[in-house]
């Protein structure tokens, strides 16, 4: 992840000082898209920010920095957001975080997992209340 980040936030920097724009929404031939406002910074420290907005709506953001920076294992995170509008016309906004947890988006449009069926919920309950009987194998029991 480290090395995404600061590939990204090179290429981020080459773009922005070419004037050429790296992310676009794809358009009807003819169309281009304009950015209306960006910035793009990176501390000495690996903490870096950075933002853009098109008129086309398109727009994102993203912060990151180092923590646990003094220990042995170091943790990148970032978090940041995007938003554009769909070809159906609704609107799309995703938040995530990316730390050592892995990639967690959030957003409206994002599929949700069906509720555990109660059976199912139960089973589970019994069995995180009863570990003993999980220990010695199938209905094994100690006195």
């Known amino acids: 992840m480290k090395t ?16 050429v724009r790296p992310l676009r929404q794809s358009q009807p031939p003819g169309q281009a898209a304009n950015i209306i406002r960006e910035s793009n910074e990176v501390n ?3 903490s870096y920010q950075w933002s853009f907005e098109a008129d086309n709506g398109i727009s994102a ?6 923590k646990n920076a003094n220990s042995q294992d170091p943790i990148e995170e970032a978090q940041g957001s995007f938003q554009y509008t769909g070809p159906d016309g609704a609107a799309i906004q995703l938040q995530y975080v990316a730390n050592e947890n892995g990639f967690q988006p ?5 599929p949700v997992a069906p509720p555990i069926p109660i059976e199912i919920q ?3 309950d019994w069995n995180a209340a009863h570990p003993e009987e999980e220990e ?6 100690r006195p």
């Open 136 to 141: 010695g194998g199938r209905n094994s029991r």
């Open 61 to 66: 953001q993203e912060s990151g920095q180092i």
């Open 44 to 46: 000495i420290d690996g």
């Open 4 to 19: 995404l980040v600061i590939l990204w936030t090179l290429i981020n920097c080459a773009f922005s000082q070419s004037g």
């Open 122 to 124: 139960r089973a589970l």
């Open 106 to 110: 959030q957003g409206a449009h994002l």
